[in-house]
């Protein structure tokens, strides 16, 4: 079973739609969590950290859920900058840190 | 500027050779990887290290090395025995312990001639 796994889209949705992706994980012992964007042909960069709690950036919301091991990104009123893919991300953090990527979600907004 | 830096941005090798990428960084992080991205793929672990002259592989080792002489640098050789050696390379660094994010250098495109 893959360490982290996601729905690959793609989510074609038109600018202003809200849109969701889901991301499970397989060990209940991970310690923390992060969404990464990706853009084409380039390297990933940190979108979001992911807490307990729920955290929010501006049209972004991120939510955990350690019953059920899944991990959420709501964005909302979406840009076509918003274009993209979205990993998900959790370190296990067994002998420090190591990150495990899911294979990515692919969003295109379209005007 | 901190940063983490992968040369070359693109590399050709011919079957058989054996190639270094380059990955350095200033940001003072004890750990740093090694992920394989093919098209339309996640990124998958190949080796990575929390400590100057120690390191681990990941999920997808067999045919790569590494070293960590210094805790800015992290060089991965693709030796002739990795079978499938295109793919996107990409180097990230870490503070060691804590809930942080990696950060990624630009990263190297490989292709086998």
């Known amino acids: 079973r893959k360490e982290v796994e996601q729905d690959p889209g793609p989510f074609n949705v038109p600018e202003g739609a809200t849109v969701a992706f889901n991301c499970t994980y397989s060990?209940?012992?991970?310690?923390?969590f992060f969404w990464y964007r990706q853009d084409c042909r380039k390297e990933p960069k940190l979108l979001m950290s992911?807490?307990?709690s729920g955290n929010e950036d501006g049209r972004f919301t991120a939510q955990l859920n350690r019953a059920s091991q899944y991990i959420s990104l709501l964005i909302r009123d979406s840009k076509l900058s918003d274009s993209a893919t979205y990993l998900c991300v959790v370190d296990k953090r067994n002998t420090g840190n190591q990150f495990y990527f899911g294979t990515g979600t692919s969003l295109t907004v379209i005007p | 500027d901190g940063g983490i830096t992968q040369s070359p941005k693109y590399l050709f090798r011919k079957e058989g050779q054996n190639v270094t990428l380059s990955c350095e960084q200033n940001?003072?992080?004890?750990?740093m990887y090694w992920y394989r991205q093919d098209p339309g793929q996640g990124l998958r672990l190949i080796y990575y290290s929390q400590i100057v002259n120690d390191f681990q592989k990941g999920d997808i080792a067999e045919g790569y090395s590494v070293s960590r002489e210094k805790k800015e640098s992290f060089p991965l050789t693709v030796t002739s025995a990795q079978k499938n050696p295109t793919a996107f390379y990409l180097c990230a660094s870490s503070a060691a312990a804590g809930n942080t994010e990696a950060f990624f250098g630009q990263g190297t495109r490989l292709t086998v001639v």
């Open positions: 940001l003072n992080h004890d750990a």
């Open positions: 060990n209940s012992a991970s310690q923390s």
């Open positions: 992911v807490y307990s």
